[in-house]
């Protein structure tokens, strides 16, 4: 019933940025929580930021000072606005959100990901 697309993903020089976004649609739901994943080859999904209904936000150590986590409730859509990037943020990204249909009780979705490279 709710679906999810992420786009922003790309291509990009160690050091520049990029903003993903991550727009939530269907009918009468809330969101509660939105988060940012990512997995790189080989390695275990991650969670890089969330955040909560309240606005409280969350960062891995790897990302404070680079990336931003922020939402447009309006539009039901989340942001993930990443500065200063590095080889080592080359992975996939993905959106996960928590939200309520009306009604209903808290479900969570994920979006279909989407490719970050940064090149040194």
């Known amino acids: 019933q709710v679906q999810l697309v992420e786009s922003g993903g790309g291509l990009v020089q160690a050091g520049g940025s990029l903003r993903l976004s991550c727009a939530a649609s269907g009918s009468a739901f809330s969101i509660n929580t939105m988060n940012w994943y990512r997995q790189a080859p080989g390695k275990q999904r991650e969670l890089v930021a969330s955040?909560?209904?309240?606005?409280?936000?969350v960062y891995a150590d790897s990302v404070k000072g680079r990336f931003t986590i922020s939402r447009d409730v309006a539009k039901n859509t989340v942001y993930l606005q990443m500065n200063s990037l590095k080889p080592e943020d080359t992975a996939v990204y993905y959106c996960?959100?928590?939200?309520?249909?009306?009604?209903?009780?808290?479900?969570?979705?994920w979006g279909q990901g989407t490719q970050v490279t940064v090149s040194s």
């Open positions: 996960y959100v928590i939200i309520t249909v009306v009604p209903g009780r808290p479900q969570g979705d």
């Open positions: 955040i909560t209904s309240g606005g409280r936000t």
